[in-house]
């Protein structure tokens, strides 16, 4: 079975600087993809950024990019000028391929953003 | 619409009633997915669609919990003869099912058994 482990419970980082969040997977399967997921207080879960396995160049989106390391199965995300507006859960998910396969999704890292 | 929407976005029950909650799925996506969050954690698989199959029911936890999409849109998980262990998040999430991986999220419903 799959698992996904993040191991930073809480996390916090003042405005504008850069934090990484931490994740890890296990997987026997050679073809998935990895999401970073973040959940503010009103819970609706937002995409922030997704990875193909099969994709050596890692993932950005704005301030937002990937390491991702596979054959050391990981994947972290590394926030750059944090704002407030960052403040939340953000859950590192695992899916193998194919469009019926579930999310498998790590215990969660809260981040707090301070002046 | 829009977006994937639920409802109610709060329920409070007592111990052994029966509650439905509902998923409208972002228009055209062909599958479903319910996910269980209890606090503090992350969001559990419980089952998936696609159209008006249910493909996985895997994750359910007991036989209270049964859920459906008769005409492969709106979704109704039903939960009977609640306990207090099923105090959790719901959260509802769609894919077009054509080649895309992502799911998209609705903002879940808040489900308070006493």
């Known amino acids: 079975a799959q698992t996904v482990t993040q191991s930073q419970p809480e996390m916090s980082v003042q405005e504008a600087e850069t934090v990484t969040l931490s994740c890890t997977y296990d997987t026997s399967e050679s073809d998935y993809y990895l999401f970073w997921y973040k959940q503010p207080p009103s819970r609706q879960m937002i995409l922030v950024i997704r990875q193909e396995a099969y994709k050596q160049q890692n993932a950005t989106e704005n301030r937002f990019s990937v390491n991702f390391q596979k054959a050391a199965k990981s994947f972290s995300l590394k926030i750059s000028d944090s704002q407030l507006g960052d403040a939340a859960m953000y859950f590192c998910?695992?899916?193998?391929?194919?469009?019926?396969?579930?999310?498998?999704f790590g215990t969660g890292t809260r981040l707090q953003v301070t002046l | 619409g829009a977006g994937v929407s639920q409802s109610p976005r709060y329920k409070v029950a007592k111990r052994g009633q029966d509650v439905a909650l509902r998923c409208d799925p972002i228009?055209?996506?062909?599958?479903l997915f319910w996910y269980q969050q209890a606090l503090g954690q992350g969001p559990e698989f419980l089952t998936y669609f696609q159209n008006e199959a249910q493909l996985d029911k895997s994750g359910l936890p007991s036989d209270r919990f049964f859920a459906e999409r008769p005409e492969g849109s709106v979704s109704t998980l039903k939960i009977q003869r609640t306990q207090q262990e099923d105090s959790a998040v719901y959260l509802c999430?769609?894919?077009?099912?054509?080649?895309?991986?992502?799911?998209?999220f609705g903002p879940g419903t808040r489900l308070l058994v006493l």
């Open positions: 998910a695992y899916k193998a391929a194919g469009t019926a396969s579930k999310l498998t």
């Open positions: 228009s055209g996506h062909v599958s």
């Open positions: 999430a769609s894919s077009s099912g054509q080649g895309e991986e992502t799911q998209y």
